[in-house]
């Protein structure tokens, strides 16, 4: 684990992508100790804003014991109901040299985890696939994504919260509504979040 000082009030904690999860939420829990006023992971760091001494915080947190593995059933569990009639079903089926009903078979029995969100507001990116089935993105993007498709990059699977470019392999959709302004969060998943990709 390393710490990067960023401008004056942040630091950036630098950890393999496996620990993330487990940084997030001990300093989530942690929060008003450390003095942060958000807390943002991404694919291997941890980004503390808004804090008032930040080498203060570094120093304290440097301290700490590693946290342990992030308990599974911690966060929030969100169902999605997805219809899996996805354009890419048979390329996955193909790299996964499986039939199309196991790949759908797999993905409705795989519990994901939001591990941070990007891209778009309200776009999460969901670990929780082996790393045996990663997938390449498209070779030539879409123009147009519809909002709601589920697609599958790399180790990832995630869902399109509004119409936009996209080259995930698109496996599904949704009529579920992701980032809502008028909604208290806006987004409905949030990093730490379980998600389920249910049948429809």
Known sequence: ???????????????????????RAELWRRREEVGATEIVPGARTVLLDGLTSPQAAARLIT??????????AAGDLVAIPTV???PDLPTIAALWSVPIPT???????????????????????????????????????RTSVPAGSVGLAGPYAGIYPTASPGG??????????????????????????????VPA
């Open 103 to 141: 790949v759908i078979e797999r993905l409705v029995n795989t519990e994901f985890r939001v591990a941070f969100c990007g891209f778009a507001p309200g776009f999460g990116y969901l670990t929780g696939l082996p790393p045996e089935l990663a997938v390449p993105r498209l070779a030539s993007p």
């Open 63 to 72: 301290a700490w014991a590693p946290p342990p593995p992030a308990d599974a």
């Open 1 to 23: 684990m390393r710490i990067h000082p960023v401008g004056a009030a942040a630091l950036l904690i630098e950890c393999p992508a496996d620990e993330v999860e487990a940084w």
């Open 84 to 86: 899996y009639d996805g």
């Open 168 to 197: 995930w392999q698109l496996v599904g959709r949704t009529d579920v509504t992701l980032f809502d302004v008028e909604r208290d969060p806006p987004a409905l998943l949030a990093p730490g979040t379980t998600v389920r990709l």
